[in-house]
């Protein structure tokens, strides 16, 4: 029963999260805060799910909601963290992020919010690189990889600031493809700048 109503709960609020489904359709949820790395890890993880972080401080806790994640899985999480991270804006091409279980995740007394300690961790490198599509009604920013939704546009390292991009963003999508999108909209799913939009 508590499982049950526990998975209802995820259901109802990842959408606060940092989100998105993989090509093979897993669901990833990371934070956008200290405030939502604990929770995303208090209400997400499970000892048997993987879980990414940036190697160096300054990235979400990304969470594939499944004990068994392709490679595909894998690598389009890896990319969503670097893509959401610090090292986005600094440019660099390939970006490390550390992979583990939710069973290799712990808290100390002390540790500040959103903080963990972190057993048996691998490495992987990140080519950030994302594309605009919808999923589940919403404009969401994923990794560019071949999937069935339709790319409205491509989001790579660049100089433009998260406002001019969400903008330009916006009105391809409104020109090109009739759809009612707001500059707001876009900004809450794409990273926070230093980004050029084609």
């Given at each position: ?19 998105f ?62 893509c ?17 279980k ?7 007394k ?44 491509v ?14 963003i ?29």
């Amino acid at each position: 029963m508590f499982k049950k109503l526990r998975q209802i709960r995820e259901a109802k609020e990842y959408m606060s999260y940092r989100w998105f489904f993989t090509s093979e359709g897993k669901l990833v949820v990371g934070g956008k805060s200290d405030e939502q790395n604990e929770n995303v890890l208090r209400y997400f993880k499970r000892p048997g799910y993987t879980i990414m972080h940036t190697t160096k401080p300054g990235s979400p806790f990304m969470i594939i909601q499944s004990d068994d994640p392709s490679k595909n899985d894998l690598d389009e999480c890896a990319v969503f963290c670097a893509c959401f991270s610090k090292e986005w804006k600094t440019g660099k091409k390939s970006i490390d992020i550390d992979v583990f279980k939710g069973g290799d995740v712990f808290k100390n007394k002390g540790m500040k919010t959103g903080t963990f300690g972190v057993k048996n961790k691998k490495k992987v490198k990140a080519k950030p690189e994302l594309m605009v599509i919808i999923q589940k009604g919403k404009i969401r920013a994923v990794p560019k990889v071949k999937r069935k939704e339709e790319s409205l546009a491509v989001i790579k390292q660049g100089k433009m600031d998260k406002e001019a991009a969400a903008e330009k963003i916006a009105k391809k999508i409104k020109e090109k493809y009739l759809l009612p999108v707001s500059k707001e909209e876009v900004m809450r799913a794409i990273p926070s700048g230093n980004m050029s939009v084609r």
